[in-house]
């Protein structure tokens, strides 16, 4: 079955650019997309389509799918971005999560 | 405003079953495929099932095929997962989903999630 991988953690500081990958084969062929989850919430989707911001996402999330990588960018780190976050991919009618990373704004 | 609300968790002994609801409100129920998704404490989430918009198509994952059964009421906008045989593993919140495209379009995802529904499988 397919699979993608997540680092478990990250730390950025504050104002800072982070970046969180998501890797699986040829995950690029996929489409990519991440969810935010802060303790005690329901997860929130922030990009979907690999690079595309729902609506009410802040500019600062951004995202792109290459390869056998996806990323999850957010620029000008704020505390308010940490957080759990979590690729996804759709395969074959089935879906597929990575383990999740710890963003820690340090 | 689109609202999931789940209900049906509670503490279970292994070898149990229970039934979650999923209330749906804010869109049109029919035609849009759903899907249940849970999260083990302190761990990730988990894609548990799915079913399109007209219920006749239902996927699983291989952890929960042949014991678990997503069905759907349209007339009620209520989405529904059967969960037999529980086991310890099988511990967690159990969220519901909306997905926007036609189940199998790989460029779905889901979106919003309901404020899930806890389930325990314990002696």
């Known amino acids: 079955s397919y699979e993608v991988t997540q680092p478990p953690s990250v730390s950025v500081s504050p104002g800072q650019t982070a970046s969180i990958t998501c890797s699986g084969d040829k995950l690029g062929d996929k489409y990519a997309c991440w969810y935010q989850q802060k303790p005690g919430q329901s997860p929130v989707l922030v990009i979907y389509?690999?690079?595309k911001r729902p609506s009410g996402i802040s500019e600062r999330f951004s995202g792109s799918n290459s390869g056998n990588t996806a990323t999850l960018t957010i620029s000008g780190t704020q505390a308010m971005d940490e957080a759990d976050y979590y690729c996804?991919?759709?395969?074959?009618?089935?879906?597929?999560f990575g383990g999740g990373t710890k963003l820690s704004v340090l | 405003e689109v609202q999931l609300l789940e209900s049906g968790g509670g503490l279970v002994q292994p070898g149990g079953s229970l039934r979650l609801s999923c209330a749906a409100s804010?869109?049109?129920?029919?035609?849009?495929?759903m899907s249940w998704v849970r999260q083990a404490p302190g761990k990730g989430l988990e894609w548990v099932s799915g079913?399109?918009?007209?219920?006749?198509?239902?996927y699983y994952a291989d952890s929960v095929k042949g014991r678990f059964t997503i069905s759907r009421d349209n007339s009620k906008n209520t989405l529904y997962l059967q969960m037999n045989s529980l086991r310890a593993e099988d511990t967690a919140l159990y969220y519901c989903?909306?997905?926007?495209?036609?189940?199998?379009?790989?460029?779905?995802?889901?979106?919003?999630w309901g404020q899930g529904t806890l389930v325990t499988v314990s002696s």
């Open positions: 996804q991919a759709w395969d074959s009618s089935t879906v597929v």
């Open positions: 079913i399109s918009g007209s219920g006749g198509s239902t």
């Open positions: 804010g869109f049109t129920f029919s035609s849009y495929a």
């Open positions: 389509e690999d690079n």
């Open positions: 989903a909306k997905v926007p495209l036609d189940y199998g379009d790989r460029r779905n995802f889901f979106d919003p």
